[in-house]
């Protein structure tokens, strides 16, 4: 599978690319039917926005990789492709800087550097375009930085809706430093602009309206300052009634609230969990624990990474535990969580069962490591990361094949 799976990824990749590296619709703006009353349509200055990017290919320094998915659905007198929808309230631009040998009080130069677009939404959102599918970028943008995440997404071939709110959205900083190894990075970023009810009603009306052409919708990532927690819940709660599949990956409060809107399945690390639960999750057996208690409070699917440990999934029918990509030459762990869940949410959107897609998703978050930048890999080291992950029932059966 892993075979058939890279190696389509790479002609996709070579299909999509002009002779010089860049997609054949790079650069290009297909604008929506302009809202008026729509004003998350709209940026500070009440300019039109426009959305639904296409792109071309990507290289290790955050360039393209791959263009949208052919999956779509018949509405009357169109066809409409079907997205998945990643929702980054707290959206950014990240620089990642290689520092080698860094250290508090001394002065360096930085080896080599990557600006992205960012939050991890839209890091989840660049590694479900890397694999094919479409992805829809979703959350609040604001200012000369939220002019600058938007021209960067759709540089990427990103599809986006913006809400634009009053302020300045947030930077955030990646430093690696070579030298540590392991992969480690020091993370800092800012706040992001302050939200009103307001605002966040017109982001809950952006998500409802897109919705409508998408079967999956992913919350991910931190809430700007002043976000209505309860409105948050209400949002979930609602997609839900609709008939959608939501996915969370979020922390401490943004989580608790989240879990509240019964969400049909949630991703959280060893970190995350033990912030919920209030102890350590550091083996096998307390994180089935956890993920256990979090089906009892109705969450139907519960996956739990544990960095080098591999993940686990418990669900209603099984548990099952996969183990980490086994690849040379990591370069950054940031946003391998994320690529970890474009992976499974690809993999439920082509209707895998669970325990496939969490093969697909350890895969892509493996590949994760090897490239600078969240939810960044190319089709090579996610069909090398596919083949070296093992997938067991956590029962003790047979691998799952």
């Not at 969450?299 to 099984?318: F, N, R, W, Y």
């Not at 996610?382 to 956590?394: G, N, W």
Request: glycine share 14%; charged share 20%.
């Amino acid at each position: 599978m892993g075979g058939i799976l890279g190696s389509a990824l790479a002609l996709h990749y070579r299909q999509r690319l002009e002779p010089d590296g860049r997609g054949p619709l790079l650069g290009q703006r297909h604008p929506r039917p302009d809202h008026p009353d729509r004003l998350a349509d709209r940026g500070p200055e009440g300019a039109l926005q426009t959305a639904g990017r296409s792109g071309g290919g990507k290289d290790r320094s955050g360039g393209i990789l791959s263009g949208s998915a052919e999956i779509g659905t018949l509405l009357p007198g169109r066809f409409v492709k079907k997205k998945i929808i990643c929702v980054s309230p707290n959206t950014n631009i990240e620089r990642t800087w290689v520092v080698p040998g860094l250290h508090l009080g001394g002065v360096f130069h930085v080896q080599q550097e990557v600006l992205l677009a960012s939050g991890k939404g839209i890091n989840v959102a660049r590694g479900v375009h890397l694999l094919g599918q479409t992805a829809m970028c979703m959350g609040f943008i604001a200012g000369h930085i939220g002019r600058l995440i938007d021209d960067l997404a759709q540089r990427e071939g990103l599809e986006c809706d913006w809400t634009w709110v009053q302020g300045e959205s947030r930077e955030a900083f990646a430093l690696v430093d070579p030298q540590a190894g392991g992969g480690d990075a020091t993370l800092i970023s800012g706040q992001g602009p302050q939200i009103t009810a307001a605002d966040w009603q017109r982001l809950a009306s952006t998500v409802l309206e897109q919705s409508r052409w998408a079967d999956l919708v992913c919350f991910s990532g931190s809430f700007p300052p002043g976000s209505p927690l309860e409105a948050f819940t209400q949002l979930i709660l609602r997609l839900r009634d609709t008939g959608k599949t939501v996915w969370i990956d979020c922390s401490r409060d943004v989580l608790q609230a989240a879990l509240e809107g019964r969400p049909n399945g949630i991703k959280i690390n060893s970190h995350e969990a033990g912030d919920l639960v209030g102890f350590t999750v550091s083996n096998l057996e307390t994180a089935v624990r956890v993920a256990t208690r979090l089906r009892e409070q109705g969450i139907e699917q519960v996956v739990l990474t544990m960095g080098v440990q591999g993940a686990i999934m418990v669900d209603g029918a099984s548990a099952w535990r996969v183990s980490a990509a086994e690849l040379p030459g990591v370069l950054s762990t940031v946003g391998s969580g994320d690529a970890f869940l474009a992976g499974l949410l690809v993999g439920l959107s082509k209707g895998e069962d669970l325990p496939a897609a969490l093969r697909s998703a350890a895969a892509a978050g493996g590949a994760n490591v090897l490239t600078l930048g969240g939810g960044n890999f190319t089709p090579q080291d996610f069909e090398q990361a596919y083949r070296s992950v093992h997938l067991r029932r956590i029962d003790g059966s047979p691998a799952y094949e």
